[in-house]
């Protein structure tokens, strides 16, 4: 492992208590320009959705999630069995 590896993996992170519990999201929109990449999670529940949290990110670490949850998918999968994927809620957006 080089040094820069190492000092990365020694960074402290800080949870703060308003991002602690979490927010619950059964809709995703996903939008880009060149630059960034910009995600919307939404709670849709007819009549309306609330978008609850909006993720800006570079497309190298897009790319970088988007392999870091295929990973844990397949991790996932392979204790607890194949995950069916749910149809989209009523109304809500089709990307």
Same mark, same amino acid.
């Given at each position: 492992?080089?040094?820069?590896?190492?000092?990365?993996?020694?960074?402290?992170?800080?949870?703060?208590?308003?991002?602690?519990?979490?927010?619950?999201?059964?809709?995703?929109?996903?939008? /880009?320009?060149?630059?960034?990449?910009?995600?919307?999670?939404? *709670? !849709?529940?007819?009549?309306?959705?609330?978008?609850? &949290?909006? +993720?800006?990110?570079?497309?190298? /670490?897009?790319?970088?999630?988007?392999?870091?949850?295929?990973? *844990? !998918?397949?991790?996932?999968?392979?204790?607890?069995? &194949?995950? +069916?994927?749910?149809?989209?809620?009523?109304?809500?957006?089709?990307?």
């Amino acid at each position: 492992m080089s040094q820069k590896e190492d000092d990365r993996k020694k960074v402290p992170v800080k949870m703060p208590e308003r991002v602690l519990p979490g927010v619950y999201s059964n809709q995703m929109m996903v939008s /880009h320009t060149r630059e960034e990449f910009v995600l919307d999670f939404l *709670n !849709l529940f007819p009549p309306q959705g609330v978008v609850n &949290a909006r +993720v800006i990110v570079s497309p190298g /670490h897009l790319k970088r999630m988007i392999r870091a949850l295929s990973d *844990n !998918l397949g991790k996932y999968e392979s204790r607890f069995g &194949a995950v +069916v994927e749910a149809e989209p809620p009523e109304g809500g957006p089709l990307n």
